[in-house]
């Protein structure tokens, strides 16, 4: 696959895993849209990779505003031709410190900071590029998602969670309309990463098969795979990356 023309647009991409996605595309020749609600961040990580030599640019804008996102990718899209590979990768709490709570505790007003990230925010980036994707016959959308999205856990997590699945299953929608327009729709399944304190950590990677958190790295290298031509025949899939840890069909 030749990556030369493509356009990649990586949400939350400032740091962390999204960060790691964005500089492993940049590094196989994808011009890379780096976009965080926080401008500085966003800048900030387009410039370490143009550093290195590849190809980023800053896009911030808020992904839970429909009306921002739309005119926000339009924009970007007449400028650039179009975005071929859109990575879902902005989620948790968006700017809020996650807050782990059980359910039946957790203040009803708490809800939209994980809905409005973790589903909507993957529902307008989606739609601001798939009519794109179709008309030019190629596309990419991969959306990041959780092991909290994929199972039940008991780490007080459940709204997270449950945002994280329907974004997960509306990928597996997507892909059945539009995989004859020749675009695929696939989601990566995170398990215990490396961007999380280590006083929660500590006591549970030696819990995990490989004995190590997952990184950026890792998340890059599925994305990889996702947007190449070998992976043209997969889509409405999810790709676990957990370690071996909590497996389950």
Known sequence: MSQQEKIA????????????????????GIHVLINDIDADKAEAAASSIRERGHKASSAPFDITDTATVLKAVGALEAELGGIDIL????GNAGTRATHQISFKDMPTEEWDMYLK??????????????????DRGWGRVITISSEAGRQGLDINVS????????????????????????????????????????EFTAPIVKTIPTRRLGSGDDVGSAVEYLISDGA??????????NGGSLAIG
């Open 9 to 28: 647009l990586v949400t939350g991409a400032g740091q962390n895993m999204g960060l790691g996605v964005a500089r492993r595309l940049a590094a196989i």
């Open 87 to 90: 990575v879902n990768n902005a």
């Open 117 to 134: 990230v973790n589903l909507y925010g993957v529902m307008n980036c989606t739609k601001a590029v798939l009519s794109g994707m179709c």
């Open 159 to 198: 709204v997270y969670g449950a945002a994280k699945a329907g974004a997960a299953h509306l990928m597996r929608h997507i892909a059945r309309e539009v995989g004859p327009d020749g675009v695929t729709a696939n989601v990566v399944s995170l398990g215990l990463m490396d961007n999380v304190p280590e």
């Open 232 to 241: 043209s025949w997969v889509t409405g899939q999810t790709l676990v990356l």
